[in-house]
Every structure is written in structure tokens, then in C-alpha cells.
């Protein structure tokens, strides 16, 4: 139980949270990852480099602050990072380094604000809050389907858009696993650890992928989408799986994780319609909740709103239209982007009933401009589920 003094100290702290929690929080993985190289097997550098690690940490940190009297109330949020932490293999004895950093950059960027009083504040706050994450992470590695890395073969690869791969792996005879005893939540994903040799890379990349399907009968299916800029590839493990690994070759994978699933409660009545919209890849969860549905009652309504660029990247399309005769009501709309406008709040009004279940994925700057739509024409929000390509507390508000 935190002290009283301790509760009262953090929550003064939140102007100033809110003001340099995205400095501090630069700061601290600027130090951390430069003292502690190993963490550099579990970091995406390139959320580093864009800036949403930081601000996931930083939001992260503001929401404890202001709920330090009642922690239970991040809960959400410590679930959906313990899923994250979880599938990347983050322990308990990796608290302390963060503890140790995060209080270093607080230092660092208030200077003689950050007073001794609050230094030791939020050491004690910061102690519980870990807690409250290894408590929820313990229970996630104690129900997962396997434990830490295991070795899967690449049994198919396949070209689902001009820059989209689709994997099917099945697990090694010396991995232990069988598939048939895998439970899969559509909308979860797989993490893959690689060590691509590319570019002089020194260290493991770890990424997570969404499951192409809600069934692993022949395989779990994961796709990859090649980043790039001006075809110039800049995604380090998009590149090495798109270009590097074959069907006969080894991956390791962690075991299915996420919360990003349908309501089970209204898969089975057609009352409620649910909706799912996505860009880019952002659609392969979508298309496993698309399978699930259709799978367990094809009589629900769906709206099936998928923007791409343009057709030839527009994943899955023949998978698509195959799913869709399965549907006894089923509405498309495809938008390319390159030729049509961007998907907004008029074109959701005109398109989503509002009482509908909402399931979104895609990069974060769609998934912001999503939520704000929605919010402009005040749908629910607990209605309105999403599954962004990066960190996904940069998308939250608190």
C-alpha cells in the first residue's frame, strides 16, 4: 500500500507529466538502451525512432500517476501491454533496469525541480505499479499455449498484394506443440524472433504479426507487409522475411497473444451488426474475426470496409470475396486511396449503423484518425475495438 504522502506527491507530478512525459520518456530509452545494450534483442527500434514508444511510455506512465490512488483502474491498459511484454519474453528482473532509467531521465530532464521528495515518491510508486504488471504478465505465462521461444517451419509462402506476404508455419517436431491443442482467438497475434544478417545487424528483431485465421488446421498463417519508401526497403525484419527466408527454413515464434477479439456474446445473435474496417495490412486480424463470424453464424449483418492504395495492394482480395458468399448479409466497400478520398466521418455516417460492434485495425495514423471520427459522431466507445500496428497506448487518451 503506497503511502499517503507517496499518492499525493505523484498526483502533483501529473502537470508536469503532462507537459515533459514524452521528453523524460526519450530520454530514458535513449539511456536505457545505451547502458544495457541486451535489451537491444527486445526493442523495435523503429517505434523508437518514430517516436511511439516513447509516447506509449509516456501516456502510460500519466495514467498511472493520475489513477495512483486506485491502480486498478489501468487495468485495461496493463493487460493490453502485458499481452505486448508477454509475447516479446519481458521478466521481472527487467523492472528494476526500467525502475532505475525511468527515475535517471526524471533527473535528467526536470533538473532541481525533481526534488528528493519526488525521486522517492515516485521509486515507491513505481514499485507498485511494476507489480501490478508482473502479477498480470505471470498469469499470461502460466495459461500461454507454449513457453518462451519455440521453432516453427515455413511451410508456404504466399503473395497476398504486391507487397504483402502470407506465412504458413508449422511447429518443429522438437518443439512439443500440436496445433490441434492451440487454442486461437481471432484478432491475436504470433511474435517472430529473428536475426537478420542484413545491414550489419547485431542484435535478435523481434515483431509481432497478426493470424491470418481462425483456425491453425494446416498451419498458422501470419502476413508480412514489406516497408518500404520510394521501393527503397526500410522495415529491417519485413525485409529479411520477405527476401531472406523460403518455405523449408526455421522461425521461432512465442505464443499466440492479444486481446483484440470479437464480443462472444454477439457472435451468436444478429441483432447487433458488427463492422470491421481496416487499411493495408492492418486487415489481416479483421480477416480472421471475418472467418470467426462467418464460421460460427453467418446470419449476423457485417460490414466489411477494407481502404487500400490501390488493387494490386489490396490484400486478400480473392480470400475476400470467397468469405463473402459465405454471408447471408453481408455489405463491401472497398476504398483505394490512390484514386478515391480517405475514409472520414461523412463516409462512416453514410456506411456504419450506429448501434453496430466496431473492429478497426491499420498503421496509427489511421487508427487516430478512426477514433476521432467516431467520436465525432458519438459512437460508443466501448463499441469501437481496435488493434493498431504499433504501440497502441500512443493512441490513447488519458
Keep these: 500500500m503506497l503511502s499517503e504522502q507517496t499518492r499525493t506527491i505523484v498526483k502533483q507530478t501529473v502537470p508536469v507529466l503532462e507537459q515533459n512525459g514524452g521528453v523524460i520518456t526519450k530520454t530514458f530509452y535513449g539511456n536505457m538502451l545505451r547502458d544495457n545494450k ?120 504466399d503473395k497476398v498484394a504486391s507487397d504483402i506476404v502470407e506465412f504458413t508455419v508449422k511447429p518443429q517436431a522438437s518443439s512439443g506443440i500440436d496445433l490441434a491443442n492451440v487454442p486461437i482467438n481471432a484478432g491475436q497475434y504470433i511474435t517472430v524472433k529473428t536475426h537478420p544478417s542484413r545491414h550489419n545487424n547485431e542484435y535478435d528483431a523481434l515483431r509481432h504479426y497478426s493470424i491470418c485465421s481462425s483456425t491453425a488446421e494446416n498451419g498458422l498463417r501470419f502476413a508480412v ?59 489481416t486480424p479483421v480477416l480472421a474475426m471475418f472467418e470467426e463470424q462467418l464460421l460460427k453464424n453467418p446470419n449476423r449483418p457485417i460490414y466489411w470496409i477494407q481502404s487500400a492504395y490501390d488493387e494490386p495492394r489490396q490484400a486478400f482480395k480473392g480470400h475476400v470475396d470467397e468469405l463473402l458468399k459465405m454471408g447471408k448479409d453481408v455489405k463491401k466497400v472497398i476504398v483505394h486511396t490512390a484514386t478515391q478520398p480517405r475514409i472520414d466521418d461523412k463516409f462512416l455516417q453514410e456506411r456504419v449503423p450506429g448501434h453496430a460492434d466496431v473492429y478497426i485495425c491499420g498503421s496509427l495514423d489511421f487508427m487516430q484518425a478512426m477514433i476521432g471520427h467516431f467520436a465525432t459522431l458519438n459512437h460508443k466507445s466501448d463499441t469501437v475495438h481496435y488493434e493498431p500496428f504499433g504501440p497502441k497506448m500512443a493512441t490513447v487518451k488519458v
Excluded at 523503429?46 to 511511439?52: D, E, H, I, L, S
Excluded at 493487460?79 to 519474453?89: D, S
Design 38 to 157: 541486451e535489451l537491444l534483442n527486445y526493442f523495435n527500434r523503429v517505434n523508437q525512432a518514430k517516436g511511439a514508444q516513447p509516447t506509449a511510455l509516456a501516456t502510460t506512465v500519466l495514467a498511472a500517476a493520475k489513477h495512483i490512488d486506485d491502480l486498478s483502474a489501468i487495468l485495461p491498459h496493463v493487460e493490453q501491454i502485458g499481452h505486448k511484454h508477454r509475447a516479446l519474453q519481458i521478466m521481472p528482473e527487467h523492472y528494476p533496469i526500467v525502475g532505475q532509467n525511468l527515475l535517471k531521465a526524471i533527473k535528467e530532464v526536470l533538473g532541481s525541480a525533481a526534488t528528493p521528495a519526488i525521486i522517492d515518491a515516485w521509486a515507491e510508486a513505481y514499485g507498485a505499479i511494476a507489480d501490478v504488471f508482473i502479477s498480470v504478465e505471470k498469469k499470461m505465462y502460466k495459461e500461454a499455449a507454449w513457453a518462451s521461444w519455440k521453432p516453427f517451419e515455413v511451410v508456404a509462402k
Design 225 to 283: 507487409k514489406l516497408e518500404q519508401t520510394k521501393d527503397k526497403p526500410i522495415g529491417l525484419v519485413s525485409e529479411y522475411l520477405h527476401k531472406d527466408v523460403e518455405v523449408g527454413d526455421e522461425v521461432f515464434l512465442s505464443a499466440p497473444a492479444g486481446d483484440f477479439q470479437l464480443e462472444p456474446k454477439l457472435i451468436h445473435q444478429n441483432e447487433v451488426p458488427l463492422v470491421l474496417l481496416s487499411a493495408g495490412v492492418g486487415v
